[in-house]
């Protein structure tokens, strides 16, 4: 087997070498190729990545490609992971959203619409090679915002694509901790978006657990305890009744967030650019072959866990049940049927299938719908590099405080994107 990775010089990189190294054999993994636009990084982190890989499984072959043509060539498994831009981008993403006293994070507000519309382009472009290079492949997607980038991908291009990120499974993976059962004995039932997602049921040994893990869960102030992201009010989780996302506190405690991030001194951006800089320096040293500690700063916990799983699922055909993005179909009839949701799918060799889901509840509705509008709307802006289409997409989104707004920040963005 053969998978290629587009964006290889990311600090990412060596957490999956790491998680595939270890699990060459159960795959049958030949090579690895890693692709990157940026030299520099992609020798330092490429080769770092070799000895690593080395060190873990001698016959795994880690190659380094300056041609995304010769990286994909023939590959089983595309993984992308780019950032269009840099960190340098996201800064100013970040530093754009405090300016105007909105969300600027990367993948939600507008930080994940200046993100997007400068991916949706470029991630196209890799499917165009994949589809030339890989016609067998299956692509991948972790790149951020996986929900839009997604969408792209499954509406413009005939590569088989699921999107993926680590949330659903860091979830999984907290819910077996927090009762002392292992994590396969576990079925979470959940319905949403990317970042945008409600859990609706837990079930272990057949029973749905959820409301005694809400309940058992609860701090003193009525918030679970022990599990991401979940600082509200004394009582709301219980009253939902549903667990959501972490990203949701930025729609649900909108004032609270945009407070929190006005206060910090350094954006996220910034705080990553100096993790960044200490892994590059680490992964320089030709005398480290291991992980660094320092990698669990950069975020992205069971990143390469997240991976094997649905390339193994693929690759044996197991038809194990996960969590990722994918087509809805019929699947949630509340939405359009060419949207990318986020749902239990069996996956096997076929590719990711989503399982039946229930009408969504009013309470988390109208969220899901309104966000899901814009996303495709983004991609609509993104397809045609329209002013007027951008306009409307980022009118749409539900953080937008006015319309004046979304003009400006088009028109500050739209220069770079070469928007007309």
Known sequence: MKIAVVGGGSTYTPELIDGLAKRATELSLTEVSL????????????HFSQRMAHAIAPTLDVSLHSSLSDAVRDADFVVTQIRVGGQKARQRDEERGKKHGILGQETTGVGGFAKAMRTIPEILKIAAAIAQHAPRAHLINFTNPVAIVTQALLNHSNVPTIGLCNIPLGFR??????????????????????????????????????????????????????????????????????????????YFMRRETIA?????????????????????????????????ASLEKRGGAFYSHAAFEVIEAIAHDTGAVLTVNIQNGATVRDLPEDACIE?????????????AQRPLEPEIRG????????EELTVRAAMTS??????????????????????????????VLGLR
């Open 173 to 250: 993976m907290d819910f077996a901790k927090l009762l002392g059962v292992s994590p396969e004995s576990l079925e979470i039932d959940s319905v949403g978006l990317n970042h945008l997602s409600f859990i609706r049921g837990v079930r272990h040994c057949g029973q749905d657990i959820l409301p005694r893990l809400i309940r058992e869960a609860s701090g003193e102030a009525g918030k679970p305890a022990n599990l991401p992201d979940l600082e509200y009010p004394d009582g709301f989780i219980e009253a939902l009744g549903m667990i959501p996302s972490g990203y949701l506190r930025y």
């Open 260 to 292: 929190e991030q006005a206060a910090k001194e350094k954006t996220r951006a910034a705080l990553v650019t100096e993790v960044e800089e200490e892994l590059l320096e680490y992964y320089a040293d030709p005398n480290h072959v291991d992980k660094p």
């Open 35 to 46: 692709y990157d636009i940026n030299a520099p990084r992609l020798q330092t982190v490429g």
């Open 386 to 415: 329209s002013r007027r289409d951008a306009i409307l997409a980022l009118t749409s989104h539900p953080l937008m405080p006015s319309v004046a707004v979304a003009i400006e920040i088009v028109d500050e963005i739209g220069p």
């Open 367 to 374: 969220m899901i719908q309104h966000v899901k509008a814009y």
């Open 343 to 355: 749902v239990p799918c069996k996956v096997n060799k076929g590719g990711a299938h989503p399982l």
